[in-house]
């Protein structure tokens, strides 16, 4: 026990010092007005002049000058918003729609912090309880090998990408660590009340989330079904909840919604939403989504080696199932948003996907050699 305390204790000495690094390393991109705006867009509803004002003047405050140039002048878009409010103010729908990061945001500037910092320090904290939720999924998969729980914990903590969602100001991170702690309820078996809460959390974090929410409900539906035979009203009860509470958002925030969200990420950035409709073709979306799958040969292979390992290994229906859910919104998330660029939006599921694999390892492998290795 001893032994276990003092390992976690360095491990969480470890983690702290690699988030100090991250605080020194901060990062101020283009993001960081929507978010900002977002939360003094509830603090001077309708007043967009002051919000925009606000907005600018605190981050100009702390970034340095070639960080702020490139949030102000990195294109013609990003221009617009930084001389016109109305312009400015139209973004921000993009943004508000995250209410829990936002909410976050909003607690940690009421305690006292610049706006600005506040992302930082949601994000910080949300990458130290990642790493805490990594060693204690890890934990529970290898109850036996503290040092290899602590090695492998370390390893995937001080990964590159893991600190570039500590300093990125987006809610990619937040996300990230609520979903390991989803992870974590899964393995630990805990009430699906418990576990549809969290996925409420993942859908006000980011609400394109609704896509692993929606389709892990029906995993629990099919393993539910093939056990008792009879449909789970209760599950179907959660899943019609996260729609309802998906579509309030939407309309609350007046979110302009997927066609303005592709128009804008992958067409053209409008510099003012209202004075121009995201108008693109089918044709259209497939050269940008199948263009940019080509650039998705990291995350295919991965992905994929990780999959079918755990196919191989998994024994039970429910355990190739969840191997193929996880592999599944991979590729969702990817033809709903095609930023193949953007690791950072298929990085959680991956850590999963090895997660996944080394408990079906542990569990089913009857090879002696790696069996004295893992457990």
């Given amino acids: 026990m001893k032994k276990s305390q003092g ?54 405050q702390e970034a340095p000058e070639s960080e702020f140039t490139n949030i102000i002048k990195g294109n013609n ?22 209410v829990l990061f936002v909410a976050a945001i909003d607690f940690f500037y009421k305690l006292g912090f610049s706006l600005p910092k506040s992302v930082l320090i949601t994000n910080l904290l949300s990458c130290f309880l990642a790493g805490i939720f990594v060693f204690l999924i890890l ?58 809460l969290l996925m409420v959390c993942l859908v006000l974090i980011r609400t ?6 929606l389709s892990y ?7 539910n079904y093939s056990k008792s035979k009879k449909v789970d009203l209760k599950i179907i009860g959660y899943s019609l909840i996260l729609f309802a509470m998906y579509f309030s958002l939407i309309k609350f925030y007046h979110y302009p919604g997927w066609k ?69 919104n991979i590729y969702m998330k990817f033809f709903l948003f095609p930023a193949a660029g953007q690791f950072r939006f298929f990085f959680p599921f991956i850590i999963l996907q090895l997660f996944w694999m080394f408990i079906l390892m542990q569990k089913n492998l009857n090879n002696k050699s790696l069996k004295t290795v893992f457990g």
């Fill in 7 to 60: 390992i976690f204790t360095l491990l969480v000495l470890i983690f702290g010092w690699s988030i100090c690094k991250n605080y020194e390393n901060r990062n101020y991109d283009w993001d960081l007005p929507g978010y900002v705006g977002s939360v003094l867009a509830a603090e001077f509803p309708g007043n967009f002049d002051k919000v925009h004002q606000l907005t600018f003047q605190s981050i100009k």
């Fill in 77 to 98: 878009a990003r221009q617009s918003y930084y001389e016109n409010a109305q312009s400015f103010s139209e973004q921000l729908p993009y943004y508000r729609v995250k």
């Fill in 139 to 196: 934990g529970h998969i290898f109850p036996q090998r503290v040092w290899l729980v602590f090695s492998l914990s370390l390893v995937i903590f001080l990964l590159p990408l893991f600190s570039d969602l500590a300093i990125a100001p987006n809610p990619d991170m937040f996300g990230f660590m609520v979903l390991l702690a989803f992870f974590y309820a899964y393995l630990k078996k805990y009430p699906l009340l418990l576990r549809f």
């Fill in 208 to 213: 394109d989330y609704l896509i692993f929410g």
């Fill in 217 to 223: 409900l029906f995993f629990e539906l099919l393993v």
């Fill in 260 to 328: 303005d969200l592709f128009y804008d990420s992958f067409i053209s950035r409008r510099n003012f939403i209202s004075k121009q409709n995201p108008d693109f073709t089918w044709r259209d979306y497939i050269n940008v989504a199948f263009g940019n799958l080509l650039n998705m040969k990291k995350v295919i292979l991965s992905s994929s080696i990780l999959m079918i390992a755990s196919l191989y290994l998994g024994k039970k229906k429910e355990e190739k199932l969840f191997a193929i859910l996880l592999f599944v």
